[in-house]
């Protein structure tokens, strides 16, 4: 995805234009404002409608929303044999579940998994045939982590569980999951790196996956995906 990026300048815009646009077909008369508080915010139809016509070519192709089927798969460790638990975390899971199901993703989420068995979750997901019929994807991973990659619920000085990043990015590449190729693949790692604190709190959850969410909601009825990371 990153180089898809890089050489077309292209964005994605994961629910303001698409949703909008989306609505239009549909029901020329359907109100694009979600109207319920903590959904994602969508544009008017004046403005889906401006920025397709300045930049249909800069912009990811979305799929018709009665046929697509977009998959999202989040990943978190909150348990360990040794490493301390992340309290806090099941609320992250929670509101990373809602936003992505009100983005239009269903949602599949797995706990407590070792380096090994997140590696077969991701090979299998990378293999799911609804990505055939879907426009892009987000995977979420949320765990303690190191430099080199994202502890696994065994990790221990003496047992090096970890699922390395370039992994991931591996198992995501066209060769071994075909069916998004070209299509956007958004990953999230909330984990911290080496020396380098994530803050979470026990009962809010992690700052960043809060953060994460609350300017999804607010900006994708104006910004693309880059964009909103960047704020």
Same mark, same amino acid.
């Given at each position: 995805?990153?180089d898809? !990026?890089?050489?077309e300048?292209?964005?994605?815009?994961?629910?303001?234009?698409?949703?909008?646009?989306q609505?239009?077909?549909?029901?020329?008369?359907?109100?694009?404002?979600?109207?319920?508080?903590?959904? !994602?915010?969508l544009?008017? $139809?004046?403005?889906?409608?401006?920025?397709?016509?300045?930049?249909?070519?800069?912009?990811?192709?979305?799929?018709?929303?009665?046929?697509?089927?977009? =998959?999202?798969?989040?990943?978190?460790?909150?348990?360990?044999?040794t490493l301390?638990?992340?309290t806090?975390a099941?609320?992250?899971?929670?509101?990373?579940? /809602? =936003?992505? $199901?009100?983005?239009?993703?269903?949602?599949?989420?797995?706990?407590?998994?070792?380096?090994?068995? /997140?590696?077969t979750?991701?090979?299998?997901?990378?293999?799911? &045939?609804?990505?055939?019929?879907?426009?892009?994807?987000?995977?979420?991973?949320?765990?303690?982590?190191?430099?080199?990659?994202?502890?696994?619920?065994?990790?221990?000085? $003496?047992? &090096?569980?970890?699922l390395?990043?370039?992994?991931?990015?591996?198992?995501?590449?066209?060769?071994n999951? &075909?069916?998004?190729?070209?299509?956007?693949k958004?990953i999230?790692?909330?984990?911290?790196?080496?020396?380098?604190?994530?803050?979470?709190? &026990?009962?809010?959850?992690? !700052?960043?996956?809060?953060? =994460?969410?609350?300017?999804?909601?607010?900006?994708?009825?104006?910004?693309?995906?880059?964009?909103?990371?960047?704020?």
């Amino acid at each position: 995805m990153a180089d898809k !990026v890089l050489k077309e300048k292209r964005q994605l815009f994961i629910r303001s234009t698409g949703e909008a646009s989306q609505a239009m077909q549909d029901n020329p008369a359907m109100p694009t404002s979600s109207g319920s508080k903590g959904n !994602v915010k969508l544009c008017s $139809q004046e403005e889906a409608q401006r920025i397709w016509k300045e930049k249909p070519a800069e912009i990811y192709p979305i799929m018709v929303k009665s046929s697509r089927t977009r =998959l999202a798969l989040i990943i978190c460790n909150e348990e360990f044999d040794t490493l301390s638990r992340r309290t806090g975390a099941e609320v992250d899971i929670t509101g990373m579940t /809602m =936003l992505l $199901q009100n983005l239009g993703y269903r949602v599949d989420v797995r706990k407590n998994l070792t380096a090994s068995e /997140m590696t077969t979750e991701l090979v299998a997901f990378a293999h799911r &045939p609804e990505h055939k019929t879907s426009d892009s994807t987000f995977l979420v991973f949320m765990s303690h982590g190191i430099q080199e990659g994202i502890c696994g619920k065994k990790y221990s000085e $003496q047992v &090096p569980d970890v699922l390395q990043l370039n992994a991931i990015f591996t198992m995501l590449n066209t060769r071994n999951c &075909p069916s998004l190729k070209d299509k956007p693949k958004v990953i999230i790692i909330q984990a911290c790196r080496g020396d380098n604190v994530s803050w979470r709190h &026990p009962t809010k959850g992690s !700052v960043f996956i809060i953060r =994460l969410i609350e300017h999804i909601q607010e900006y994708a009825c104006s910004c693309d995906v880059e964009e909103i990371f960047r704020k």
